[in-house]
């Protein structure tokens, strides 16, 4: 629906006012992470987590709507002519309004005459109360950038404005030191900070906002969403879009690879990496996941939590990623790519199970039904080449050699090579390794939620591969997975429908069902 429809097919509308809390977003620079939750009609949370002395986040309003789909955005009006704006801000962690490098509203737009400028208006000229609590009022035709004023002002020109831009920094912020945060001397901390905006009001002219009102009738396809696409919007409005677009039922809600993770700095290795002994969820994607989850329970919509294998290349730990015969980390096509966790490796898996718990903990707190899923897990392949795979990894090949007393044999370069007897034990063992990770985590969950489903995801055009047939010995353990080792299975093979193979997407649903014994009424189709 979204290639076919614009703002111009709107046809319902209603109107919020400007500055309303769910159609804020926040901005950062990886790997600093920052989280936005509207709290009420007239309140919003942001929770941020500061990894360099240096991080700067951005809460965020846009006068063109970026986010919302069509027939659901808010109007494009850039004139903030007589806009008065008042808001109570509570911060902590954060520099305070009064400091030198304090929290400033930039404003992005045209002057009077169309020529582009930007404005800084540093907040604390127009607070009354303390550095980290003070009531802000900000009047657009009486308004001045520059940090002091008068002597200091540049008046804003508030008939053009594309963007507000409220800069947040933790209160040991240096703008010039780009290391990571560390308290004492080799000892590396992130820095939590919380700011909320509340007593939100808005008056004069231009404060109304036309915004998309239809609804469209209740359908049959459920909601796939992923946190790594809308971690920056608020979890209120991922529900509008949803409910206003006809979806009710499920939502499955793919965690992601990139966001969610509480990261350390390695001074070693120069990069912050995933740690398993902090919080399992950093405290902005707890915070995001807490209003979703809540929210979802409201509308009466199950979800679905899904982790797979895979894990930002940047911040996965060195010893948990798959590897080639020349002991490339296995990467995707994303950009940055992600990489993917062995699954021999039990110290990778036992961080999924916890993740897996701490998002349960959310839902069995809210009385909401809790479903697992275990998504695409699978041994990769790189994708360039002679697209070599990665079933090398140190952990996997000592763990080869001491289960069965053999030694690895020659090491595939290619996915497309035809093995040898000894190849083929190697390949069928590491199709035995994979379905047993995936049995594990089932148990793991099932042990903590016994009344808990869980599913597997499994994406039939890169397995299902006629050229390449090692990777149906690797990747397809049908022992493991065939009925009922799962609750229910989910199948996804958008490539065969974007490709228009329909004779192939139709054997590939044959083959599953055939091969796992899983009918129609016990799976899911992406």
């Known amino acids: ?116 400028k930007t404005w800084y208006v540093r907040l604390w000229n127009y607070a009354v109360g303390t550095a980290t609590d003070a009531v802000i009022t900000l009047d657009f035709d009486d308004l001045d950038g520059g940090f002091l004023l008068p002597s200091e002002a540049d008046p804003v020109y508030p008939r053009d404005i594309d963007r507000l831009f409220i800069s947040l920094m933790a209160d040991i912020y240096n703008p010039s030191d780009s290391t990571p945060i560390e308290p004492s001397p080799g000892i590396f901390a992130e820095h939590v900070a919380d700011l909320t905006l509340s007593q939100i009001s808005v008056s004069g002219p231009n404060t109304m906002l036309a915004i998309g009102d239809g609804h469209v009738r209740v359908h049959n396809l459920r909601l796939a969403n992923g946190y790594d696409d809308v971690y920056n919007v608020t979890p209120a409005r991922v529900m509008r879009n949803a409910l206003y677009l006809g979806y009710r039922g499920w939502i499955d809600h793919y965690v992601g690879m990139s966001h969610y993770f509480s990261l350390t700095w390695n001074a070693g290795e120069a990069r912050f990496i995933i740690d398993p002994a902090k919080a399992n969820l950093n405290a902005a994607a707890e915070l995001w996941h807490q209003d979703f989850l809540a929210l979802a329970k409201t509308y009466g919509f199950k979800i679905v939590l899904s982790l ?91 763990l080869y050699t001491s289960e069965t007393a053999n030694p690895v044999p020659t090491m595939h370069q290619s996915i497309f090579e035809t093995p040898t007897p000894a190849q083929q034990d190697y390949l069928d063992w590491l199709g035995a390794k994979l379905g047993a990770s995936t049995l594990w985590l089932r148990d793991q969950l099932k042990a903590t939620y016994p009344a808990a489903d869980v599913t597997l995801l499994f994406y039939a055009p890169q397995v299902l591969n006629p050229a390449a047939p090692m990777l149906v010995s690797v990747n397809y353990p049908i022992s493991s997975w065939a009925y009922p080792a799962f609750d229910f299975l989910e199948i996804e093979d958008y490539d065969y429908v974007i490709d228009g193979d329909l004779p192939q997407h139709a054997a590939g649903l044959v083959a599953f069902a055939d091969d796992l014994g899983y009918g129609p009424a016990d799976c899911l189709y992406f």
């Open 1 to 116: 629906m979204y290639w076919l429809a614009t703002a111009a097919d709107q046809r319902e509308r209603a109107y919020i006012r400007r500055f309303s809390p769910p159609y804020w977003t926040v901005n950062f620079p990886r790997p600093m992470m920052a989280a936005v939750s509207a709290t009420s009609a007239a309140s919003l949370a942001v929770k941020l987590v500061f990894l360099k002395y240096n991080d700067l986040a951005g809460l965020i309003w846009d006068s063109v709507d970026q986010h919302d789909h069509p027939l659901l955005a808010y109007e494009t009006r850039k004139d903030y002519a007589g806009v008065v704006w008042s808001f109570r801000w509570q911060s902590d962690g954060l520099k305070g309004l009064d400091a030198v490098n304090g929290p400033t509203l930039t404003i992005e737009g045209r002057d009077a005459l169309g020529a582009a």
């Open 308 to 398: 797979s294998y895979e894990l930002l290349d940047d911040h996965a730990p060195t010893a948990w990623k798959q590897r080639t015969h020349a002991g490339g980390a296995a990467q995707t096509g994303w950009s940055p790519p992600s990489t993917l966790i062995a699954p021999t490796n039990p110290s990778a898996l036992s961080y999924l199970r916890d993740v897996w718990l701490a998002l349960a903990a959310i839902q069995s707190s809210l009385s909401a039904a809790i479903i697992f899923q275990i998504g695409e897990p699978w041994w990769w392949h790189q994708l360039t080449g002679d697209q070599p795979p990665c079933f090398y990894d140190a952990t996997t090949t000592t």
